[in-house]
């Protein structure tokens, strides 16, 4: 929304009219057409999950992957390949989810094949 203040018009009621706009796209819409075009982002998606997840920024991290979950497999096609239920799976990768090691490399699993990528770390030195 935005607030027109102080424009020119005929009563101070006028003067505050708020205006709806949509000033930009839905993100999680964005993110969707862009993974469906674009397999190199995708693919970078999921390399900065999997980076948040091991550099301790697990917040982050299970919304990157709860985006590209949206994007890729959707959540009920995820249930039924890690044979957990959707709705867990919602939780998990929720702002306060605390997904399992089991459950997260079940999730990445599925992600990965779909991506038809394999997963490698490796160490740096930190800055």
């Known amino acids: 929304m935005v607030g027109v203040q102080g424009a020119q018009g005929d009563s101070y009621a006028e ?3 708020v205006v709806d706009m949509a000033l930009t796209r839905d993100f999680k819409q964005t993110i969707v057409e862009r993974v469906k075009r674009d397999p190199a982002f995708a693919r970078e998606l999921l390399n900065e999950a999997a980076t948040l997840f091991l550099n301790g ?3 982050a ?3 990157v992957l709860r985006d590209l979950v949206n994007a890729t497999v959707g ?3 995820l249930a039924a390949k890690t044979r957990r239920p959707a709705k867990s799976l919602h939780r998990m990768l929720s702002q306060r989810g605390n997904p399992t090691m089991d459950n997260l490399a079940a999730i990445l699993n599925v992600i990965r ?3 038809h990528v394999d997963l490698q770390t490796r160490t740096i030195r930190a800055a």
């Open 61 to 63: 991290a299970r919304l």
């Open 75 to 77: 959540f009920e096609e």
């Open 113 to 115: 094949s779909k991506l």
């Open 15 to 17: 003067r505050q009219k």
């Open 57 to 59: 920024e697990t917040d």
